[in-house]
């Protein structure tokens, strides 16, 4: 059973940090290239960052560009987002994303919400 579970979301004030985590189970997490997502009410959902199979390559929105890092530990089956310098336009759910396109398959989690309000 394919599973991805976020953590690590909550308030935060403006200017402050926040690191979120996705545990992955149920199928091969090193081959899979892993994403964040976010969802700001009423708004579609965006990319956020992303990093290779094996972790060497990792890019990012412009909107989070030099305050977010994506990381992950094949061992551990985890995915992290550390977010620093939050903003309020950064309030959204924020999913974790497996995306493979060589077996043509996504795998979403169910999101874990992230505010950012004084």
């Known amino acids: 059973q394919v599973q991805l579970v976020e953590s690590g979301g909550g308030l935060v004030q403006p200017g402050g940090s926040l690191k979120l985590s996705c545990a992955a189970s149920?199928?091969?997490?090193?081959?899979?290239?892993m994403n964040w997502y976010r969802q700001a009410p009423g708004k579609e959902r965006r990319w956020v960052a992303a990093?290779?199979?094996?972790?060497?390559?990792?890019s990012y929105a412009d909107s989070v560009k030099g305050r977010f890092t994506i990381s992950r530990d094949n061992a551990k089956k985890t995915v992290y987002l550390q977010m620093n310098s939050l903003k309020p336009e950064d309030t959204a759910v924020y999913y974790c994303?497996?995306?493979?396109?060589?077996?043509?398959?996504?795998?979403w989690g169910q999101g874990t919400q992230v505010t950012v309000s004084s």
């Open positions: 990093s290779t199979n094996a972790g060497g390559t990792k």
């Open positions: 149920g199928f091969t997490f090193s081959s899979y290239v």
């Open positions: 994303n497996a995306h493979s396109s060589w077996y043509a398959t996504d795998y």
